[in-house]
């Protein structure tokens, strides 16, 4: 009988790790390693120009954030992409590959910026299953370092330009598969980003 009376407990054990909670946060990218043209995939209209640099000063997560410079015109444009399925294939460098998160425990994403207060935008896209392009308008209306979150429900597809390729249904499918930043503030300035994270807010 005494030996039977484990049999209930280690159920109930097995039950318990089962139903263990997923990780409150996950870390997408922290922008470790070489950061150029091999490993981020960047680029710019004619006219405008944008690079990118490891910044072993200013970094929040681990051991360097990306920093991207830039020129930018009036009727330029960028991008700085991280993921899978760009052109640029040592862009997918997450520390979680899509397939393996579990998507449906988060509801926001959260980046840390470091802001330039320009009183201007930075828009933050992510790119779907299906290569539909979403967007979400960060204001740069702060100095130093802030952690920017960014609730998945707030992000729109874009109206402005989508790949021709991309699955256009206006649902976003997950997983998702890359994401890139587009400085919309005119001139020559800098930026710095770090932690890319999956967050679920209460
Ligand atoms: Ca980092």
Request: with cysteine; proline share 4%.
């Amino acid at each position: 009988m005494k030996k039977l009376g484990y049999f209930p407990l280690s159920l109930i054990v097995l039950f318990l790790v089962g139903c263990s909670q997923s990780p409150k946060e996950v870390l997408l990218d922290s922008f470790e390693g070489e950061l150029n043209k091999e490993t981020v995939d960047f680029g710019s209209a004619e006219g405008s120009s944008v690079q990118v640099f490891a910044d072993r000063d200013k970094k929040v997560c681990g051991d360097q954030s990306l920093k991207i410079e830039y020129n930018l015109k009036p009727t330029g444009y960028m991008w700085v992409s991280r993921g899978y399925n760009l052109d640029v294939k040592g862009a997918a460098k997450w520390q979680v590959h899509p397939k393996d998160v579990e998507w449906s425990k988060y509801n926001s994403v959260s980046v840390q910026m470091y802001g330039s207060n320009s009183n201007g935008v930075i828009a933050l896209d992510l790119k779907d299953k299906g290569g539909e392009i979403w967007r979400f308008l960060i204001d740069d209306d702060f100095s130093g370092w802030k952690e920017i979150i960014c609730p998945i429900i707030e992000f729109f597809p874009r109206s402005d330009w989508q790949p021709d390729i991309a699955e256009k249904n206006e649902i976003l499918d997950f997983p998702l598969m890359s994401f890139q930043f587009e400085p919309r503030i005119f001139g020559v300035n800098e930026f710095y980003f770090d932690c890319f994270k999956l967050v679920n807010l209460k």
